[in-house]
């Protein structure tokens, strides 16, 4: 094959094969007359290289004379593409992109690169006998220099280039103990192999033995992008990243075929105290950093934030070498030593949440002191905090169920929060009635305790209905299997992404399905529960009524019981933010009977109430609840 001066293209046998100076001259890429094989920097036509007419366009014409390829270094253009037989490939705009979307090189076409290549069949690799040699090809060391490499830097870490095919290839050797043990190749335009019976292992291994702190990065070019900013305590992976982060547990370690050279090479890790995980910022080397992290341990991991490509634009520079081209040596530097603590989920420090405590000092939250129960004399005791969870209890009988509807109705009117209900005991139509009363301050019947007030009108009735439809929804079990406490928190949580439901009311316990394991006591089945219940309330900003009756009352005397006469567990009274008992006075010699207390007797937060009785009247009429005077 003759290479042919005057078509600027090669010639077999008298057939010429297609050009490439003619797509350069369509895409206005404008070059003088260099053979095949030669690197050249030229003005981009895409950006005109910026105010500066900075000549940033990396052209390489490939040894074949009729492919080509180019990257525009320039950070606000990035303009790339290639040729082969004569076509174009896409042009795209990063110039940092992989192989398969940079130049849209299929798997296949990379094969056919290297299909000729003899890939050596021993472990025994010497420089000799993978026959490589120093860097002296001009276009490596154009390539090199451009990429702000310099050849102290390769030389140091056995880089180096081997003629394949009459193709020039970049040789990065993988030692150890200095041992050449792989090697990986690839040309200019990105294409990459290794040596078939190679060990796998990191790339500049030897680097980071001993070391207590160590980097890890997601290509060689990274590896050496980090020595030239100080940094030899640099590894780089050998085979990229995953596309995602995988959700399955990790495998056996003789099945973590991805992250072998990990396992390979464990005792390097061992002994460091902190690893900075420099991966890409794109969403593949971000999936990497994950992984890595969950083998090599989340505690000990640190992170970087890549700067950006200029104060114009929000897109990041993509690794360690385009920051080094960037913007030089020292801001390297400062994004490693700006590396963070990798996120462990669950552990944090209170700088993550110093916005929210400042907004509670300064009371922007809202609701930081609580919301009103909407009596005054109760609201001295007990507020309604989002977040919480409130124990009800009471004898039977005792008002517990319709003073919650009563506090639920008095929230929405106040402050609009729509509720969940969970509430075994009550007839669906006997829940609205309850609701609907309490709500238009109307008998939902004729009374029949001699009051006047009329009963709510058929258009009242639709209103109300209206109301309860917007503002309330059910949990119900439509057959004879009791709930259990996941089905009914699961409903919820769905109530609170559909509807923004703020409060959830589980009225009574006993109504649920409470089967557990034959070694489990129910001392601590009710403190699983009940943790479940509050980590619910806490996750969803939800605040949680849980209604529980107390035990059968010896000998009772008709006075309140205590949160600790509840059935079951004292886990009621000690995990609960909040604990309430409802008292009906029974007995008119002893006061009004229409006279409701409601003894507040545990409340955790200080700021938002106290230990102390509150007095309400009750309109058994209306169902509503006031604020009682003690003459």
């Known amino acids: 094959m003759l290479y042919d001066s005057e078509s600027d293209g090669y010639r077999s046998g008298g057939d010429l094969f297609p050009p490439v100076r003619k797509v350069l001259e369509e895409l206005n890429i404008i070059r003088t007359s260099h053979l095949p094989g030669q690197y050249s920097k030229l003005l981009c036509p895409q950006c005109q290289g910026g105010s500066t007419r900075e000549r940033s366009l990396s052209l390489y014409i490939g040894e074949d004379g009729v492919s080509a390829t180019w990257i525009c270094h320039r950070a606000k253009c990035g303009w790339s593409g290639g040729t082969r037989d004569g076509k174009l490939y896409p042009a795209l705009k990063n ?23 003899e890939v050596l069949a021993q472990k025994d690799f010497t420089v000799e006998n993978m026959q490589l040699e120093q860097i002296s090809a001009e276009h490596l060391r154009c390539y090199f220099t451009s990429r702000q490499i310099s050849g102290a830097t390769l030389q140091r870490n056995g880089v180096m280039q081997t003629t394949r095919n009459n193709k020039i290839f970049i040789a990065f050797t993988y030692r150890r103990n200095g041992k050449i043990v792989n090697c990986k190749y690839r040309d200019v335009e990105k294409r990459f192999f290794q040596e078939k019976h190679g060990e796998k292992i990191p790339y500049g291994l030897d680097d980071i033995k001993e070391a207590r702190d160590i980097i890890i990065v ?49 005792e390097y890790f061992e002994q460091a105290n902190r690893i900075i995980l420099a991966t890409d910022a794109d969403t593949a080397g971000q999936a990497l950093a994950e992984e890595l992290a969950r083998r090599l341990g989340r505690e000990r991991c640190w992170r970087v934030t890549w700067p950006r490509r200029s104060e114009t634009t929000k897109e990041l520079c993509k690794d360690a070498n385009e920051v080094l081209i960037y913007f030089g040596q020292q801001a390297l530097k400062e994004v490693i030593e700006g590396a963070e603590l990798y996120p462990i989920q669950g552990l944090f420090r209170f700088s993550r949440f110093y916005d929210v405590i400042d907004a509670y000092y300064n009371r922007q939250l809202g609701t930081e002191l609580g919301v009103s ?42 402050e609009g929060w729509p509720f969940v209900l969970c509430s075994m005991e009550n007839k669906v139509q006997e829940h609205a009635r309850k609701l609907l009363e309490k709500h238009i301050k109307k008998p939902f019947f004729h009374a029949k305790y001699g009051d006047t007030i009329p009963r709510l009108s058929a258009n009242e009735l639709e209103q109300g209905k209206q109301w309860l439809n917007e503002n309330f929804f059910l949990i119900r079990c439509e057959n004879e299997e009791l709930p259990s406490i996941k089905w009914v928190l699961d409903l919820a949580k769905a109530a609170v992404f559909r509807h923004g ?53 010896q000998n009772w005397s008709g006075g309140a019981p205590s949160l600790y006469d509840i059935s079951g567990s004292a886990h009621f009274i000690n995990k609960c933010d ?54």
Request: proline fraction near 5%; charged fraction near 25%.
């Open 95 to 117: 110039a940092t992109s992989n192989v398969e979307t940079m130049y849209a090189i299929s798997n296949v076409e990379v094969a056919d690169v290297i299909s000729n290549v």
């Open 218 to 266: 997601e290509g060689e070019m990274d590896k050496l992008a980090m020595e030239e900013a100080g940094y030899r305590n640099c590894i780089s992976v050998p085979d990229g990243a995953p596309p995602k982060v995988s959700t399955k547990e990790l495998p056996p370690v003789e099945q973590d075929k991805k992250y072998q050279y990990l396992w390979n090479s464990k």
């Open 373 to 414: 129960t909407g009596w005054v004399g109760l609201d001295e005791l007990y507020r309604v905090i989002p977040g919480e969870l409130t124990l009800v209890t009471g004898v039977p009988n005792s008002g517990k169920s319709e003073w919650i509807d009563a506090l639920l109705c008095n929230l929405n009117h106040a």
């Open 501 to 553: 439901v703020r409060g959830l009311v589980i009225d009574p316990y006993n109504e649920l399905d409470h089967q557990r394991p034959s070694n489990q006591t129910e001392t601590e089945y009710v403190s699983q529960m009940l943790t479940k219940v509050k980590r619910f309330a806490q996750h969803h900003d939800c605040h949680v009524w849980f209604v529980a009756h107390p035990r059968q009352l």
């Open 578 to 631: 909040n604990g309430i008992v409802v008292h009906r006075n029974r007995d008119p010699s002893a006061g009004p009977l229409d006279e409701v207390q409601i003894l507040v007797r545990k409340v955790r937060n200080k700021i938002a109430g106290n230990i102390g009785d509150a007095y309400l009247s009750y309109n058994r009429a209306t169902g509503e609840y006031a604020d009682h005077l003690i003459m």
